[in-house]
Structures are given as structure tokens and as C-alpha cells.
């Protein structure tokens, strides 16, 4: 096997496996909606009517972000055209709580996975910052423009025309 092929393989197989084992274990309960509920520990470092912010639990960098609508939507994968405005306000949102927090947006990267490359079942908007400090297994796990991975804009274009966004 190349140099190349079998970090690949790995990569692959990690992801699959954190995604298989996350989605035995969620059951019917959603952790992202009991995070908005109040049912959870999870510390809310911003909200708005629409939409709360908090750490992500397994950060691929020093400022590692989550924006969550409060109502509940599996994946980018269940939106459509009508979401755009919605998608929208999420960059708008987490990058003004970058800028509030005195985090820098330009070595930064906002995007979310793509099914079946998801770890909870409710829609969620990745900041991360700086990118440039991510490990090697982070930045391909957020490499941009992947079948797994997708900027704020890929996801724009996802909703524009659904058969862009499905993984080959």
C-alpha cells in the first residue's frame, strides 16, 4: 500500500467508527437539544433566539465552537433551499462571537459534516480557530470541500442543487 493510501484507509476507518458508535449510543434523545433545553451542563457562552454557542468537548484547536439552532434538524443533508437565510445567520452569528472574543477569523474555518460523517444528529456549525495550531488528523477531519467536510459556503451551494453535497 502507498505512503499516502494508508493514512487514508485509517483516517477513514476512524471516522466511520466514532460515527457507528455515536449513533448506537444516542438512542432517542437528542444531546444537542437537551444542551439547549438547559438539561445539560454544557456551559452556553452565547445565545440568541435563534441559535446557541458552546465549546465543542473534543476541540481540534484552542478555540473550537459549536453554533446550534434551537430548533432541532438532523444535518445539513434535511435542508433545502429555504434554509439559506438560516445558514447564513449561523456564520454571521459564531463569526461575531469570534470577533467578541478577541478570536481571529481569518486563520479560523466555519463549516459542517456532512452524513454520515456526523457524530450527533442535530444540525451544528463548526468555528475553529486558529487553524493553523490543528493537529494533522484535525485538518483532515475539517478539510474543506471534502465529501465529509463543508464550509459555510459548500453548504450554500448544497442547498442550491442537493446533488453537489452527496458523498461519492
Known amino acids: 500500500m502507498s505512503s499516502i493510501g494508508l493514512p487514508i484507509v485509517l483516517f477513514t476507518a476512524m471516522v466511520w467508527t466514532k460515527f457507528r458508535l455515536t449513533n448506537e449510543m444516542d438512542g432517542p434523545s437528542c444531546v444537542f437539544c437537551d444542551i439547549v433545553k438547559g438539561k445539560s451542563e454544557t456551559i452556553l457562552e452565547a445565545e440568541s433566539e435563534e441559535f446557541v454557542i458552546f465549546r465543542d468537548i ?15 434538524y438532523d444535518s445539513l443533508k434535511t435542508l433545502d433551499e429555504s434554509h439559506i437565510t438560516m445558514v447564513r445567520h449561523m456564520e454571521k452569528e459564531i463569526k461575531a462571537f469570534f470577533v467578541s472574543k478577541g478570536i481571529s477569523t481569518q486563520d ?11 457524530s450527533v444528529k442535530h444540525l451544528h456549525m463548526h ?3 486558529p487553524r493553523s495550531q490543528m493537529s494533522f488528523v ?16 459548500d453548504a450554500l451551494a448544497c442547498l442550491r442543487t442537493k446533488e453537489k453535497c452527496s458523498p461519492p
Do not use: C, D, R
Not at 479560523?108 to 456526523?118: D, E, L, R, S
Open 108 to 118: 479560523a474555518i466555519f463549516g459542517f459534516h456532512y452524513p454520515p460523517f456526523i
Open 127 to 129: 468555528g475553529i480557530a
Open 58 to 72: 473534543k476541540p481540534a484547536a484552542p478555540n473550537h465552537y459549536l453554533i446550534v439552532p434551537k430548533q432541532h
Open 138 to 153: 484535525s485538518q483532515m477531519t475539517y478539510k474543506p470541500s471534502t465529501p465529509w467536510f463543508k464550509t459555510t459556503e
